[in-house]
Every structure is written in C-alpha cells, then in structure tokens.
C-alpha cells in the first residue's frame, strides 16, 4: 500500500508540473491559463491553479496537487506544488 502511495505522490507531481506549464504558457499568450492548466491534468486529480502570478515580461503559473491519501496513518491532506513561468508572447496594455 505503501508503494501505491509512493506513486500516486510521483503522479500528483508529474501532473502538477504538466498543468503549470500548460496555465502559465496559454495565459502568457493572453488566454485562459486556469482552463488550460485544468484540462493539462487528470480530471479526477483535485488541484488549485493560480495562472495569473508575475507581470511585465513573465507569467507564472502555480498548481497545487492535493495528493489523495490511501494509506490510514498519513493525514487526511498532502499537497504537491509546482511553479512555471513563460515569457509573455502578448503586450498586457493592448498596444
């Protein structure tokens, strides 16, 4: 059970870094980067994406993967976090 665990840790990781990519690179091009960053991701993975963090050149997207937990003993919530960030390809003023 214990090594399920350990994998479901790894996949909540890997997903949570596909979804930063995806939010942060769709929103620095001036698109919907919470959308992109869910839609990155297993659907049945429950996450926090907050694509609007940086300004001026860079975008930078966070994913908060909230692990699910088999194992009795853990607590009842573990989270995994990645961050990404991408140049903006789109002027934020509109000129």
């Not at 959308?35 to 860079?58: C, N, P, R, V, Y």
Request: aromatic fraction near 4%; charge should be negative; glycine fraction near 18%.
């Amino acid at each position: 059970m214990a090594a399920i665990q350990l994998g479901l840790v790894g996949y909540s990781a890997n997903q949570a870094g596909s979804g930063a990519r995806a939010a942060a690179r769709v929103q620095s091009q001036g698109g919907d980067g919470t959308g992109a960053g869910q839609a990155a991701m297993s659907g049945w993975l429950d996450a926090d994406i907050d694509a609007g963090g940086g300004g001026g050149e860079t975008t930078t997207a966070t994913v908060t993967v909230h692990v699910p937990v088999l194992v009795p003993f853990l607590d009842d919530r573990w989270d995994v976090r990645r961050t990404a960030t991408m140049p903006n390809d789109h002027d934020p003023q509109g000129g």
